[in-house]
């Protein structure tokens, strides 16, 4: 089932390409965090109803979060999501759906170098992995003149806000819950990136149905489905094998940029995906057993 998660994840790369065929960044994020806020509705349904029955067996058993804590937690991870969502489908505009996968996955590295800053320890293989991952990003990413493609800066720069939502998300997530605070912050992101989109962009009808499907497959595939499978089987799955198989998620979106939109990586390119690569599963890996041995 994370394979499954892994993949549609890879292949919503695909679909971002081709909505913004047919709508703007903006548009295409607000019309697919309203998908996913939507989505959510049963699960949040069944989630509070199941938190009522366990208050009525054990008074004892309370709201996590009041709902001032429940508004702050969904708004800050929100606000972030909309940024690190509009660099990426900015970015995407300028660079291919396979570079994006992997630069995108950037952020496992990135979220345990954050955490150092906020004092945490960190291990050797994290640095190493950090090394690897930058190597690979000059070879993916890096032009003989050492210019770099406006897309891939763009997509690394919505990396940096991806490692900071996540590490919100685990912030928040055991104080308002996941369902909730995942129901919250695509609202939040929908708004922000409607009113973006009325600014910035041009709608029209017809270019929201011609993007009807890349809209539906990022909408519920990808934030419904996915999501839902990943709270599910990531508490029971073994962490080790999870890492490796949602580091997945870069090369289904190679995958899917050569399978449906004819991408094709060069030598060079290949090359530096696979130190991205290598570099996200030390990382992930080190963190993992490092926490067991402590």
Known sequence: ??????????????????GMEYVGPMLYNACRFALGALSLV?????????????????PAIRERAGIKGILFGGICCGIVL???SGFQQWG???????????????YVVLVPIINYFWGRKIGKGTWIGAVLAVA?????????????NLGDMLVLASALFWAIHITLVGIFSSRVGPIKLAFLQFAIASALSLLSALVLEKITLSGIQ????????????????????QVVVQEKANPAHAAIIMSLETLF?????????????????????????????????SAIF???RS
Request: glycine residues 12%.
């Open 210 to 229: 011609g993007a009807m499907w890349p809209i539906l497959y990022g909408g519920f595939m990808s934030a419904g489905i996915a999501f839902t499978i």
């Open 1 to 18: 089932m994370l394979l499954v998660a892994a993949a549609i994840w890879g292949f919503a790369f695909v679909a971002q390409r081709k």
């Open 253 to 285: 979106a190679a995958l899917g940029g050569w399978m449906l939109l004819e991408e094709h990586l060069g030598i060079r390119d290949i090359f530096g995906c696979i130190l991205m690569l290598s570099g996200m599963l030390i990382s992930q890996l």
């Open 92 to 106: 995407m505009v300028y660079t291919t759906a396979g570079k994006a996968g992997f630069i995108t996955g950037l």
């Open 290 to 292: 490092s926490s067991r």
């Open 136 to 148: 690979g990003l000059y070879f993916l990413s890096i032009k003989e003149n050492l210019s770099i």
């Open 42 to 58: 049963p699960l949040l349904l069944i989630n509070m109803k199941q938190r009522n029955e366990q208050s009525a067996l054990s």
């Open 82 to 84: 909309f940024v690190a």
